[in-house]
Nanobody, 120 residues
Framework: QVQLLESGGGLVQAGGSLRLSCAASGRIRNINIMAWYRQVPGKQRELVGTITSGGSTNYADSVKGRFTISRDNAKNTVYLQMNSLKPEDTAIYTC??????????????WGQGTQVTVSS
């Protein structure tokens, strides 16, 4: 069974930084694309950015230049470094991964979400 466990959320003042982590565990053969999403209650979930197994990244326009996604393939972990945070970045951040298990099946997995609150 595969699980994604996030950590690193919290409360920060505008202009500050936070680093989120998301570690995948279980009978993992390999992980393809990993991604971060965010959602504000009552609004549609937004894709923050993605990273391939080779390290190529893409970001939403709203976070370009401020957020950086990285990953450690040896640790099956993806990170989200958030700098110059704004109150509008306040949301629940959730990681997502496209994982192939040893049984050969590839599926999408989601973390439980972590709250990020940016005060003005």
């Amino acid at each position: 069974q595969v699980q994604l466990l996030e950590s690193g959320g919290g409360l920060v003042q505008a202009g500050g930084s936070l680093r989120l982590s998301c570690a995948a565990s279980g009978r993992i053969r390999n992980i393809n694309i990993m991604a971060w999403y965010r959602q504000v209650p009552g609004k549609q979930r937004e894709l923050v950015g993605t990273i391939t197994s080779g390290g190529s990244t893409n970001y939403a326009d709203s976070v370009k230049g401020r957020f950086t996604i990285s990953r450690d393939n040896a640790k099956n972990t993806v990170y989200l470094q958030m700098n110059s945070l704004k109150p509008e970045d306040t949301a629940i951040y959730t990681c997502n991964a496209d994982i192939r298990v040893y049984a050969g099946v590839t599926s999408q997995y989601w973390g439980q979400g972590t709250q990020v609150t940016v005060s003005s």
